[in-house]
């Protein structure tokens, strides 16, 4: 504090220490400050007020109260204080009570000031303790957090990759077994294709044998059979195209979450890891502020959750897909290889009665040549009695007309005359008779070469089914595909 307006004496006239504007400490002065006045530096305005604060500045160093001196002390005036004598104006001045009272003012605000600051210091430690404290098992809980965090975060990885690896070998299956009903529908074209053709080929049967027969009644059906299984062979591909479509979103979809995971999983195990000492670590003001978050932890693992519920359901549909595909293959290549089985026995039965047929009108045709040749040779022969009985008509003739020259009453009726009479009529009768047996035998003859060609022609009908139903036929259904490529396999 600086003292303005005390007594001046001469004993101030000393030498002046270097200035300073703050007292000493309290302490350097506990054996002194009674005697001695410190030496202050009246460099302010003398006009200022008692400043009490003064005392409470900390000085750089500890100055030492000066000694007295005379007179006789060559001092130049600058360094001096000034008399009273050379003073214009007369200052207020301070009662010793007055000081004193500051004093003890001064040693109260000094023992508050150090109270109050020993206080504040065992605070501020306790503060800090417990702030350090605080944040250590704040920041134990965050790390707490974080690893329970990165748990969840591997509990439901580990879910995902397990239903992904089960979805990617159910996807991997059905794509096989979808594999398996392209080959086997594509195997049911050769089959469809033959029936037809058999169709086709019975259609340039001739004649009677161009018949409604169990052989076209089978083939018919075949072809029915045939086209039906295709149909649910193209019902369950297309079901099979779309379930796998569905099996790839979810896939997908199980995919994207798990990467999402696996990011996730890296920064939150990075961020557990991360301590005061790690490097890295650094101030980013403000972003305690940013909430960027679109979930909580509900959403979030009932999103994943729906994931693998959703890819469970589609595996189920799958697998009950790939069930169904097989038993159709199984119920497809069984229908076909019946109905195939029942058409080839049709045929066999069909070939072995068109052979029969054959086989017998061969017989006729033989018979009925034999018949031809017998007719014939009854023709030549009643042809011959005809001529040999011309003979024998005119030698009765040339007798009667000779005996017509018998002259007068020769010319008797006599038995020899009438003799002769008889057997002119019973020679043409003959005659008469021989020729129309040799009409009737010549009718016999037309109706036995008609018959002929008419066994002549179904033997040719015949033939030709037996050509067309055993050799272009059947020789087509000796290569109907087998059970194991009917069901998709190679």
Known sequence: MELLGSTLTATYAHPRPTPTNFLPAISTMASSYRDRFPHCNLTHSLSLPWRPSTYYRV??????????????????????????????TLFTRYTPDDWYRSNLTNYLESNTSRHNSERLRVDTSRLIQDKYQQTRKTQADSTQNL?????????????????????????????????????????????????????????KRMGIDLVHDEVETELLTEVDIILCCQERMKLHLDKAIAQLAANRASQHELEKDLNDKQAAYRIDDKCHHLQNTSDGVSYFR??????????????????????????????????????????????TANEMWNQFNKVNLSFTNRIAETADAKNKIQIHLAKTLQEIFQTEMTIESIKKAIKDKSAFLKVAQTRLDERTRRPNIELCRD????????????????????????????????????????????????????????????????????????????
């Not at 089960?166 to 991997?172: C, F, H, R, V, Y």
């Not at 033939?463 to 190679?490: H, W």
């Open 59 to 88: 000085a750089s160093s500890s100055p030492t109260l000066a000694p007295y001196c005379t007179r006789s002390q060559k001092v130049s005036e600058s360094t001096m204080l000034p008399f009273v004598s050379n003073r214009t």
């Open 415 to 490: 038995m020899a005359q009438l003799r002769l009479v008889n057997e002119v009529y019973e020679v043409d009768d003959t005659i008469q008779t021989l020729q129309q047996r040799l009409r009737d035998a010549e009718d016999t003859l037309q109706s036995l070469v008609h018959t002929k060609a008419t066994l002549e022609h179904e033997l040719a009908v015949k033939a030709n089914s037996l050509y067309i139903d055993q050799e272009k036929c059947m020789s087509m259904r000796k290569s109907f595909p087998n059970t194991l490529r009917l069901v998709g396999f190679c």
């Open 147 to 203: 690893g329970e965090r990165v748990n969840d975060i591997g509990f439901w990885k580990s879910e995902i990759i397990h239903e992904l690896d089960a979805m990617i070998g159910e996807t991997n299956e059905l794509t096989d077994v979808k594999k398996k009903l392209e080959r086997a529908l594509m195997e049911t074209e050769a089959p469809l294709q033959v029936a037809r053709e058999c169709l086709f080929h019975r259609e």
């Open 286 to 331: 403000g972003v305690e502020r940013v909430d960027a978050t679109i979930s909580v932890p509900e959403s979030w693992a009932k999103f994943t959750d729906d994931n693998i519920l959703r890819s469970q359901s589609e595996r189920a549909a799958s697998a009950k897909l790939r069930d169904d595909i097989q038993n159709l293959l199984v119920v």
